[in-house]
């Protein structure tokens, strides 16, 4: 995060604003002014409105100038933080070259994807990031209004769990 970057935390989300990139397109303030409002401070009211229509809208942003970090992401009560980054086709912890963890899916048609395979590297194990792997999944299912086909043994078993994920289950 860059020295000028602000963190608004909700209950749900985290919103991070990089004013150096922003455009001023306004499409924030257009699309979710009870969020987003610059005559207010702060002007990020991250519980203002669901994290999923929070997430759907900073995607929208043109510039990158707006982030965000699922607080799904932290885990032992908030004490460990890790970061899920989307990639191509999947969600992984680390980094691109090297990850951690990874949920990957294939894109079938529009508005399906079939997830092929969750893995999570010994040193992560028993810290609930294959959980917060498909909660994130979930949540961008969401977002995007897709369905799920979880074909991964590790994935069909948290389908499996959480009655709340039928909604995304193909």
């Known amino acids: 995060m860059s020295d000028d970057s602000k963190r608004y ?11 150096g990139r922003c455009v001023h397109s306004a499409k924030c303030v257009s ?14 009211h991250v519980d203002g409105e ?3 229509k ?3 809208q900073i995607n929208n942003c043109p510039s990158g100038a707006l982030e965000y970090v699922w607080k799904s ?3 032992n009560g ?3 933080m890790f970061e899920i980054k989307e990639g191509t086709n999947g969600f992984y912890v680390g980094e691109e070259d090297n990850k951690e963890a990874e949920i990957h899916y294939v894109q079938n048609g529009k ?10 590297s010994d040193s992560l194990k028993g810290q609930g990031v294959g959980q917060a792997l498909v909660k994130r999944l979930v949540e961008f299912a969401r977002t995007k209004g897709i369905k799920i086909m979880p074909l991964c043994p590790f994935a069909k078993s948290q389908f499996d769990r959480h009655e709340d994920y039928a909604d995304v289950l193909l």
Do not use: C, M, R, Y
Not at 9 to 17: A, H, L, R, T, Y
């Open 78 to 80: 908030g004490k460990q």
């Open 73 to 75: 992401n932290l885990l």
């Open 9 to 19: 935390v909700g209950k749900d989300i985290e919103v991070i604003f990089h004013p």
């Open 50 to 52: 669901t994290a999923d």
């Open 111 to 120: 508005h399906i994807i079939i997830v092929d395979h969750t893995i999570v």
């Open 54 to 56: 929070i997430a759907s």
């Open 31 to 44: 699309g979710l002014p009870e969020v987003f409002n610059i005559k207010k401070k702060p002007w990020v």
